[in-house]
């Protein structure tokens, strides 16, 4: 799987939006963008994933360039319940290599 | 539909000891992986079972480990002889995997692992 870049951290206040990126720059054409949080002492959640189109579901949005060598992850309104390890992933969706490699991620700290 | 559940969430042991984790993952995942997870890194991948294959094993995975997915449903994680280095969160994680298309991989709540 092609490695990624992420910041160690950043902060956003309560309420705003915070814009999480990620390099990816030797991404293959058939690896998939996912990103997943943990919040401390949990087992990671998944938050959503693309290929190449912009998603958003009713936690965050993901923005993927063109040319999909970044990504930024972004929280609309985020809440101190957001404050977590944020890691962006590439990942394969066929065959037996599709497992999760996980980085160091990013850490994300809300203040009120 | 229940999330992927890991027991026990909590155990110490002493030096010596094996202790053996359970995950049930969520129904009709047919893929079930074991990560493990020491403090301020990202979860390592040790091994996944398709069904009841176990399809990878990650050099992590020392002898002193073993993984079963009998019934290719719930799994059993082994340690036999703990060292003080294992102690870690162990996490456990399942997909749906249908004619190799990979779908999104959910994970456990994590069981703590305390070596003393």
């Known amino acids: 799987d092609a490695k990624t870049t992420q910041p160690p951290s950043m902060d956003c206040a309560e309420g705003r939006a915070a814009n999480l990126p990620c390099n990816h720059s030797t991404i293959s054409g058939n690896e998939y963008v996912y990103w997943y949080r943990q919040i401390h002492s949990q087992g990671p959640q998944y938050i959503i994933h693309g290929l190449k189109n912009n998603e958003t579901n009713e936690m965050a949005s993901l923005i993927i360039t063109e040319d999909r060598k970044s990504s930024t992850l972004i929280l609309p309104h985020a809440t101190l319940r957001d404050t977590a390890v944020y890691y962006c992933?590439?990942?394969?969706?066929?065959?037996?290599?599709?497992?999760?490699?996980f980085g160091k991620g990013i850490t994300l700290s809300v203040r009120p | 539909d229940t999330g992927v559940s890991q027991n026990p969430r909590h155990k110490i042991t002493k030096r010596g000891q094996n202790v053996t984790f359970r995950c049930d993952p969520i129904s009709e995942h047919n893929r079930l992986y074991w990560y493990r997870q020491t403090l301020g890194q990202g979860p390592e991948f040790l091994t996944y079972?398709?069904?009841?294959?176990?399809?990878?094993k990650s050099r992590l995975l020392s002898d002193r480990f073993s993984a079963e997915r009998p019934k290719g449903s719930f799994s059993t994680l082994e340690i036999q002889r703990t060292e003080q280095g294992d102690s870690a969160m162990y996490l456990c994680a399942s997909s749906f995997n249908f004619d190799g298309s990979g779908n999104t991989i959910y994970f456990g709540e994590g069981s703590w692992l305390t070596v003393v």
């Open positions: 079972f398709q069904n009841e294959a176990q399809l990878e």
């Open positions: 992933i590439v990942r394969v969706r066929t065959g037996a290599n599709s497992k999760l490699t």
